[in-house]
């Protein structure tokens, strides 16, 4: 299927192998670089690129991004969406690129579409690129793009973003200030100390806080922080597993303690989470 993708977006864009820049193909069904060679992309069938330039692995499974996609479909974090939308309308007056580093199956990715910012998304999880790309197919969103590719060396210009957004996603600070225009923002979004108490405390016999996140930028100044606070209940155990295994310690947890979910059909938990708001001085 032929794709077409917002000017914007496209002049961003750079290819992966020699960092010449990016254009569509006359059939519009790949990405062509400028370069002698020409090395071509091709957009798959559910409408992204895959623009990784080695076999990265990681990244989420399948599984991992069906939950997940179920679960924020659900309106369970919209809360947390419109406050990263709130700060993009708040600093981006006039609009502008946004670029979701580590996007996921791309949730917030287009919601900051439908609040017409241009938004291009990079993962190293295929699966969760594809459900990126077929989220934006089904609302209509043109002004998209959805990329597998690594955070830390994303095929985008010097100087392109007006924004980047960092949901739940590694922090890579070198590779962002890069990409920012000067003046630009960086939204990074973490747990706060009581993030999911009550989800912990049905699993844990003891239950610590959260700690501070330690990959903070350092090299561009902090203007804000924004904290999202609300109790959320979940009903039945398929969206209380859909949440814990979004977590970072579901991977830590043993099977015995896994299973102290198991037949719970609501629960009522914390949620806290920080924005930090950095801007890239001039």
Same mark, same amino acid.
């Given at each position: 299927?032929?794709?077409?993708?917002?000017?914007?977006?496209?002049? *961003?864009?750079?290819?992966?192998?020699?960092?010449?820049?990016?254009?569509?193909?006359?059939?519009?069904?790949?990405?062509?670089?400028?370069?002698?060679?020409?090395?071509?992309?091709?957009?798959?069938?559910?409408?992204?690129?895959?623009?990784?330039?080695?076999?990265?692995?990681?990244?989420?499974?399948?599984?991992?991004?069906?939950? &997940?996609?179920?679960?924020? %479909?659900?309106?369970?974090?919209?809360?947390?969406?419109?406050?990263?939308?709130?700060?993009?309308?708040?600093?981006?007056?006039?609009?502008?690129?946004?670029?979701?580093?580590?996007? +996921?199956?791309?949730?917030?990715?287009?919601? *900051?579409?439908?609040?017409?910012?241009?938004?291009? +998304?990079?993962?190293?999880?295929?699966?969760?690129?594809?459900?990126?790309?077929? &989220?934006?197919? !089904?609302?209509?969103?043109?002004?998209?793009?959805? +990329?597998?590719?690594?955070?830390? *060396?994303?095929?985008?210009?010097?100087?392109?973003?007006?924004?980047?957004?960092?949901?739940?996603?590694?922090?890579?600070?070198?590779?962002?200030?890069?990409?920012?225009?000067?003046?630009?923002?960086? *939204?990074?979004?973490?747990?706060?100390?009581?993030?999911?108490?009550?989800?912990?405390?049905?699993?844990?016999?003891?239950?610590?806080?959260? %700690?501070? !996140?330690?990959?903070?930028? !350092?090299?561009?100044?902090?203007?804000?922080?924004? &904290?999202?606070?609300?109790?959320?209940?979940?009903?039945?155990?398929?969206?209380?597993?859909?949440?814990?295994?979004?977590?970072?310690?579901?991977?830590?947890?043993?099977?015995?303690?896994?299973?102290?979910?198991?037949?719970?059909?609501?629960?009522?938990? %914390?949620?806290?989470?920080?924005?930090?708001?950095?801007?890239?001085?001039?």
């Amino acid at each position: 299927m032929a794709q077409r993708i917002d000017n914007r977006i496209l002049d *961003a864009l750079v290819c992966p192998c020699c960092g010449a820049p990016l254009g569509c193909s006359d059939n519009g069904k790949s990405l062509l670089c400028s370069a002698p060679r020409r090395h071509c992309f091709d957009f798959s069938a559910d409408g992204y690129v895959n623009l990784a330039t080695a076999h990265h692995g990681g990244g989420d499974s399948k599984q991992a991004v069906r939950s &997940r996609t179920e679960f924020l %479909e659900s309106g369970a974090y919209e809360p947390v969406s419109d406050a990263v939308n709130k700060i993009l309308c708040d600093f981006l007056l006039g609009g502008g690129l946004v670029v979701d580093a580590g996007c +996921g199956e791309g949730y917030y990715s287009c919601r *900051a579409a439908e609040n017409s910012f241009d938004v291009i +998304g990079f993962d190293l999880s295929k699966d969760g690129v594809a459900q990126a790309a077929k &989220r934006a197919r !089904r609302k209509g969103l043109s002004n998209t793009f959805f +990329g597998v590719g690594s955070v830390y *060396a994303m095929p985008l210009r010097d100087k392109s973003a007006d924004a980047v957004i960092n949901i739940f996603a590694p922090c890579a600070e070198e590779e962002y200030c890069r990409l920012l225009k000067d003046g630009g923002i960086l *939204a990074v979004a973490y747990a706060g100390r009581e993030h999911l108490m009550g989800l912990k405390r049905q699993i844990y016999d003891t239950v610590y806080e959260n %700690e501070e !996140r330690a990959d903070m930028p !350092r090299s561009m100044k902090l203007v804000e922080e924004r &904290r999202v606070r609300f109790d959320l209940t979940l009903r039945g155990s398929a969206q209380i597993m859909a949440l814990f295994s979004m977590t970072p310690y579901y991977w830590r947890t043993s099977p015995e303690d896994k299973n102290k979910l198991l037949g719970v059909e609501e629960l009522t938990t %914390e949620v806290d989470i920080i924005i930090a708001i950095y801007k890239k001085e001039i």
